[in-house]
């Protein structure tokens, strides 16, 4: 892999922190919603600009890209999979686009990586292709939104696994139980089974937050799987957040019905439409998605270093 260093830019400088200040997590936010209204979609993930406040992260770094004392630039690196190279998010402010900032940022990202890094395309766009080629990045990921209208709701009762319950989260009660069904459920995955109480405290202070969208399936007492459903209510948009189901429960359509639970809670709201996640490599939840009438809306693409 060859990469030039960017070259210099007047007035530019990066900064390497730990943790944001209020006000430059705020500065970060605003650089981040103006980026949004000209793309169209978040620039940093929902896990990222969380990750924005309350201080100090164990593995996350900020890099701040100013001109001449003004923001134009923003990239967050967090090395938290013991497996897999540091993942990293960047923006540059749409008044500072063409100068070479974008390639400023990646390149200080893979100089504090040692040149192992993954860096996320939200939304595939050609210049963040264009990006990743210029660092010698290749592709590596493909992770799909699909959407389906709510408005003709053709799902069927949910069916039950026998000796199946669901019941909606209790928050407090149910956070360490979840919590644990969430580690086991995705132990292959661990952006999402990585999750700490932290983390769920920092999503249960949200204004989307609602309990009463978030499932939970029990047997004998225990939580054996859930959906935790999102309304993205300025887009008027339902979200399958996340759906989880223990190891020795999946296969027996638990997470179809669960599936069916949400999608239903999300229609009685009066939403035109719901979303979801899914991975490209996984054929057999696209399959099952694109049964029950979901179809790809866009890609998020994933480039890293060649190992």
Avoid: C
Wanted: charged share 25%; proline share 6%.
């Amino acid at each position: 892999m060859t990469t030039d260093a960017p070259l210099p830019s007047p007035g530019r400088e990066i900064e390497t922190l730990d943790a944001l200040t209020p006000e430059q997590a705020d500065a970060v936010l605003t650089l981040l919603a103006e980026a949004a209204g000209t793309d169209g979609r978040q620039a940093v993930s929902e896990q990222g600009r969380l990750q924005l406040r309350g201080g100090h992260r164990e593995g996350v770094r900020h890099f701040l890209l100013v001109v001449d004392g003004v923001l134009a630039g923003y990239a967050q690196l967090e090395d938290a999979d013991p497996v897999e190279a540091p993942a990293a998010e960047l923006v540059v402010a749409p008044a500072h686009r063409g100068r070479g900032h974008g390639r400023a940022l990646g390149a200080a990202l893979l100089a504090a990586t040692g040149k192992r890094l993954r860096v996320w395309a939200h939304g595939g766009k050609s210049a963040a292709r264009h990006l990743a080629q210029v660092l010698g990045l290749s592709l590596f990921r493909e992770l799909r939104q699909l959407r389906r209208p709510l408005d003709s709701l053709d799902i069927p009762e949910p069916a039950l696994p026998p000796g199946v319950t669901v019941r909606t989260f209790v928050p407090g009660q149910d956070d360490a139980a979840w919590l644990a069904v969430n580690s086991a459920a995705f132990a292959h995955h661990p952006e999402q089974g990585s999750l700490t109480q932290r983390d769920l405290d920092d999503r249960k202070a949200e204004p989307w937050f609602d309990p009463k969208g978030f499932f939970l399936a029990e047997r004998d007492g225990g939580i054996i799987g859930f959906h935790w459903t999102k309304v993205h209510a300025e887009e008027r948009l339902g979200e399958v957040y996340v759906v989880g189901i223990l190891p020795d429960a999946q296969g027996g359509g638990l997470g179809k019905a669960l599936t069916a639970i949400g999608l239903r809670h999300l229609a009685s709201l009066g939403l035109p439409t719901a979303m979801l996640y899914v991975d490209a490599d996984n054929p057999a939840a696209l399959s099952v998605y694109e049964r029950m009438g979901f179809a790809t809306h866009e890609v998020d693409l994933m480039y890293r270093t060649e190992s």
